[in-house]
């Protein structure tokens, strides 16, 4: 397990084959350097029967983080992209809440403390003001369930302009404030929405309990190999420090399933993130 020691840094689990077994997975991570994992659940019927794995399954991945050394504190909830707290649909927004229900449940027996929501009030819908009043009430629901259970909710700064900046976000935390209610900033998304990214996290610094290292470049957020995109890592590594910023930092990239990787190729991959990043890190002064 990590040290408590120095900022964690983790590896997304869809940076990972998919066609690797959870063992694979876990000694990928753990080979690259990685301190932990974050556990995918997204808006796939594949990954959203994971809400359903008996105790039998969830024991037997516990095990396994067990034997290799390397955990799951968090969880990226991507499936309410699908079925989002703000759509119009009753079913869609019972789905939604019934999503959220089993992710808190999931998250307990797993032993994540964070799962980290796709902040859409809608994504397949149009939004409006209706949207925007449900995306509410559902997050005051999720945030009482999830309080109950001791885990926290952090609304991830996201890929649209509906909670593309930390400012954005911070409205919904005064409208339901809670110490189980936080933000999950990524600095690729907050890059594309924001002409000052390191004024948003020094306004957000106190809200912000992981962070999402992911390279972008203007309105592409997703696969830009780190190195090939515009984020200021230096520039923001240096302002975190500043603001003694001391939590988890998770790399966000996606590992290409269209053929067969070996698990030297796929371990490789992730070290080069691992080192791109840790790189710039030292670059502006933090400690590893």
């Not at 991570?29 to 301190?35: E, P, R």
């Not at 399954?57 to 095990?63: C, D, P, W």
Request: charged share 30%; aromatic share 12%; with cysteine.
């Amino acid at each position: 397990m990590y040290s408590v020691h120095k900022n964690p840094i983790g590896i997304y689990e869809k940076a990972l084959p998919n066609s690797f077994t959870w063992e694979e997975k876990f000694k990928a991570a753990k080979k690259a350097g990685f301190d932990y994992m974050e556990l995918s659940i997204d808006e796939s019927d594949e990954r959203l029967k994971r809400l359903d794995w008996t105790d039998e399954e969830i024991e037997n991945i516990r095990s396994i983080m067990r034997y290799e050394g390397i955990s799951f504190p968090t969880m990226c909830l991507s499936g309410h992209r699908k079925y989002p707290f703000g759509s119009k649909d009753p079913q869609i927004r019972e789905k939604a809440m019934e999503i959220m229900e089993k992710a808190i449940n999931l998250a307990v027996k797993l032993g994540i403390r964070c799962i980290q929501l796709a902040t859409y009030d809608v994504y397949y819908e149009e939004s409006d003001e209706e949207t925007k009043k449900l995306f509410l009430e559902g997050m005051k629901e999720a945030v009482a369930m999830a309080s109950r259970a001791g885990v926290i909710l952090a609304m991830e700064i996201m890929d649209t302009q509906f909670v593309g900046t930390i400012v954005r976000a911070l409205h919904y935390l005064k409208e339901i404030p809670s110490p189980y209610f936080k933000i999950y900033p990524d600095m690729g998304n907050l890059s594309n929405f924001s002409n000052d990214v390191t004024g948003e996290f020094e306004i957000g610094i106190s809200e912000t309990v992981a962070i999402h290292v992911k390279e972008t470049k203007p309105g592409v957020f997703k696969e830009v190999p780190f190195g090939e995109g515009e984020v200021k890592f230096v520039e923001i590594f240096k302002k975190l420090k500043e603001l003694n910023y001391q939590g988890m930092f998770l790399i966000e990239m996606w590992a290409d399933n269209s053929g067969y990787q070996s698990m030297e190729q796929a371990t490789e991959k992730i070290a080069d993130a691992y080192r791109f990043v840790t790189e710039k890190m030292k670059q502006a002064g933090m400690e590893l």
